[in-house]
Structure formats: C-alpha cells, structure tokens
C-alpha cells in the first residue's frame, strides 16, 4: 500500500468559510447551518462553511443591487475600470501559488495541473477588460434627416453559479465574461470546494474591486443556488454544471423571464484514425480522458478507435493508464489525484458494474486506488459493446475512459452524434479531408484536430444540444451582458401630424 505524502499548511485556511456581501462577511447568525469542507486527499476536515439562507441571499443581493443602480463600477470611466481589472490580473498572479495550493487541497487537482490554470484565470480579467475597452456602437443615418445611434449598456445584476471540477478558472470565467461591461453579481461556488474561490473573491477586493460588485454566497444547490436563481432581484443568470441542474435553472428563470447561459455536462467522442499520428494520438487520448482527474466536461471520455489499429492501440492506452502515477496532487509527479468528494467516487466507481452488467470489457482500473486513505480511484478503461450502453451515453466525470471501435468515418461520425450531448469532440488523423469532414458534421460547440484541449479566449465557447445555451466568448458575452438601446435623433424638426389643432 502506498502511503499519502502528508499536506503542509504552507497558507492559512479559515476555520470558516462566510459569505463576502458588500466586501465583507456578514454578521454569524444563531441558528445558521455549518457544511464540512473536506480535503479529498486525507478525508481530513479542512474548515467548515457557513451556509448562506434565503435573507443571506437576499442582502447578496441587495448589495449587487446598489453596486448597479447607484455604485460606481457602471458608471465609471472605462480607463478607470480597466485599469481595477487588470491589477486584479496582476494579484492573482502574485498570489497564484497560493490560489494553486488552495485548489489542490480543496479539490484534489494535481498541483503541476493547477499551476497552469492560475495563468489562465488571471489572464481572462485582463482579455475581457480589453473586449470592454474597445466595444463600440453603431449609427445609422441612411433614413434622410435622422441618426440613429445604437449603444450598449450593462444589462444588471447577475446570478453566477460555478461547480466543482476546477473551481477558479470555471467562477472567474463567469466573473471575467459578466462585470467588465459595467454589470454586478452574486456568485455562488459548489459547496464542496468553496477556499480557493472564497480567497480569490477576496483578492479582486485587495486589487480595487468596489465593493458589492462581486458578492459571494456559499451553501448547497437545493438551499442557497436556489434561493439566488429564483431570487426577483437577478436579471441574468450565468450557469456552469450538470445539465440536469441547468434544466432546473432554466424552468426557474423562465418563470421570470431571466436570460440564462449555460455550460453543462458533455459525453465527447475522441475519433482515432488509422490515419492518425498514432504516439501523438495516445498522448492526446490519456490527456483528454484523465486530466483534471477525469473530472473535466470537455473531456474525451468516448474513446473511439479504428478497428484496424484498434489492438495495438487499446493495448498501448491500457498499459500507459496502469502507469500513470496516483497520489498526493501536491506531489510534483502525481498526474491524477482524487476525487472531490466521497460521494463523487462511489458514483464513478458505480460504473464499474454498470460497464459489466451491459456487456462491456473491463481493461484496466475499476477499484478505489490502493492508498491508505482519500477518494482515489485507479485510472479505469472500459471496452464498450455498443454505443448504446450507459457508459458511452452518460457522463462519468472521473478517470473512466470508454474506448469502442468502428470501420468506417462514417460510422464514427455517426456514433459521435448519437449522444444527447455536444460540448466537443476530438479527431486524430493526418489526413485533411478526414478532419475536415469530422469538423464539419460533428454535432459539437469545439471540435480539436490533433490536439487535447486549447482554449483559445477569442472564440466561443459552449455546447450543441444538452451541453449548453449560449456561448462563453467576447462576441457572445457581450450580447448576453449587455442591452442593445437605439437612440433616434431628428436632424432638423420632423413634420408632425398635430391632433386636436
Ligand atoms: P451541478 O449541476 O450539480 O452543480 C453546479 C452548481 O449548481 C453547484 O454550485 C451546485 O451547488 C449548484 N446547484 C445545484 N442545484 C441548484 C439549484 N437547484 N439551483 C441553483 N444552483 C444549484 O454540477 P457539478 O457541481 O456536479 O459539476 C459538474 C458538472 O458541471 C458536470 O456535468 C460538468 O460537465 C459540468 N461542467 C460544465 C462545463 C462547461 O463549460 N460546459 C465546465 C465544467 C463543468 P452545490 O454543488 O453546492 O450543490
């Protein structure tokens, strides 16, 4: 049995993790509920957190409120506003280790993993900081004697929901999209994995952040989530999670009319070729597949498989997957740590059963991982009878790659659009016209051509079908946060019918 290198507190952690309203924690009522935040490495209690309820919410929210109609943040210079954007930028790098740090314990994340995230997240503050400097209006002046001007203005106050996969690039992504336009929010992170965002909403304040432009509540779905997205004083909802909770928030909002955005689960196909770059196409499979611990929505979690290669392929991914290093995500060498929470890796291994039961092979993995204690599970690869079985149809969500073989392009498209899902999808082949043809028919919001994940902040980002509404990106950000308002101005007096003269 391998043992568990023992966490350093190398940052303080609180003991309680407390809202954040106006810039600060509000007062500790009797009576409030305390959820258990839990490393996943150790199943060691970390801190505890103070659930928000319904009236925590509603001052969250209050204060959002205020920050809008009459705070500084909409109504400031765009200079001024960029420049607080981008010195958030600049203290979420000086702190990155410690935000890193703070993911890894909180969630399980190998360090070596987070480390490049923390890059990422600062530098979506200052890219959409930019999209805001440079967003523009139109004019119209083809209708003789009148101007038209079309502008832009913030749309309000925001509800942000974020999960648990990678908890501060999926809540900055939500920030960074909303609030450059002049918007404010009320963002509520999973409860599983709430330090790291807590420290992070309490940096965009140490940068300059007015306060009440950012709130934070922490609790669960069903109590606080809830609470917020129902809440009358929310116009928009931005949502990143399971698709079975998007339907939720969509009902809700609907009932109110509320614009939601929403970027859900994902079942992607990983078509290997026989044409493909075969030791690229194995790396990109391991990638795609267990990264992030498995825990990813855009993860290649259908692994699909040329039959003419399929054995020496399947034989070289199975082996590689026995060989991939399980343990302390603080460890420099680990490559998958646990899962983020107990619950979590019973449903993964849940799986197991599953795959037998609907004729599928076993090749490797299937157990909780041999360590003295955390929530690890062996990297798993299943060899699926037909695409129809459960574990090529529903999401996983942990280190379980499904692989299945086809003959013909044809038939690996086809497979690929059989799923209710359509966030990604992957092709590995030298061949132009193959990938030119998958990047085509796939039914998916990004399709990969010989490469694992890339995410470029230019371009949207969301899903077809299940896995989405809406995209994230700086065209279709700005069109979700932000109003569209014409404004009609006579160049000389119009003539006017007069009534009653
Ligand atoms: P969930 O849908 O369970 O939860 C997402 C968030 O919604 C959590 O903060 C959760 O709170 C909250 N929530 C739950 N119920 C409600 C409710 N009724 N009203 C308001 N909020 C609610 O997803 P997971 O956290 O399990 O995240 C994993 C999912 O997220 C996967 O399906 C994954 O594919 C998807 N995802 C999608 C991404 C994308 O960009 N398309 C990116 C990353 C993940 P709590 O956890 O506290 O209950």
Redesign the pocket.
Known sequence: MNSVVALNRDWPVVDRVRSLIDGESPPLRAGGIDLPIVNPTTEEGLAVLREADATEVDAAVASARRAFDTGPWPRMDINERKDILYAIRDRLRAHADELAWLECVGVGLPLAHVRGQMQRMARSYEFFAEVASTLHGEAYTQAKGWLTVVTREPKGVAAL??????PLS?ASMRIATCIPWGNTCVL?????TPLSVRRMVEILHEAGLPPGVVNLVN????VT??A??SHPGIDMIG???????GR??MTAAGRRLVPVAL????KSANIICASADIERALDGALVGIFANNGQQ?LAGSRILVQRSIAPMFIERFVERARNIRVGDPLSPRTEVGPLAYRAHMERVLSYVDIARAEGAQLLTGGRRAALERGWFVEPTAVLAASNDARVCQE?I?GPFATLLEFDTLDEAIAIANRSRFG?AGYVWSEDFATAMRCSREIRAGTIWINTPMMRELRAPFG?YKE??VGRDGPASSVDFYTELKSTIFPLDPPPMHRYGA
Not at 263 to 266: A, N, P, Q, W
């Open positions: 929901i974020a999960p648990w996969n990678a999926l509520k992170p999973s409860e599983y609790g669960r779905g069903a989530g809830s917020l997205v949502f990143t999670g399971g698709t079975a909770t939720d928030i970027e859900l689960g994902g929505c999401e969500f966030l899903g896995s989405g």
